[in-house]
């Protein structure tokens, strides 16, 4: 990571957000930050760094990362949902202003 006062690049950035909420699991006999070793059969936990993530191998899951895969998944098909029913019923609901004013924000005039 940069130093307190440097500026951050494109590569610090996708490190920082790349070692946060991983979740994977580690491999037996691994041993942990604290000093744990992992038991038989591995162990399912979230990552304490890097040596943690590289140890879970690619099957590791980045939570935060999904978390807003899905957020905005479900927010365009909101959007998109709402708009198709209005069109068919031909008046305005809740809904759709909702929908209408999120699709305003990400529309640049």
Not at 70 to 81: D, K, Q, R, T, Y
Not at 94 to 108: E, G, N, P, R, V
Request: aromatic share 10%; hydrophobic share 45%.
């Amino acid at each position: 990571m940069a130093a307190a006062g440097q500026e951050k690049t494109v590569s610090d950035y996708i490190v920082h957000h790349l070692t946060n909420l991983t979740y994977g699991k580690l491999p037996e006999g691994f041993e942990r930050y604290d000093g744990q070793t992992v038991g038989t059969g591995g162990e399912w936990t979230f990552a304490h760094g890097a040596e943690e993530i590289a140890a879970m191998g690619f099957n590791a899951v980045h939570v935060d990362s999904l978390a807003w895969s899905i957020g905005l998944a479900l927010s365009f098909a909101h959007c998109s949902v709402g708009l198709r029913f209005a069109r068919q019923r031909q008046r305005p609901q809740a809904s759709l202003t909702l929908s209408k004013w999120l699709l305003s924000l990400l529309i640049i005039k």
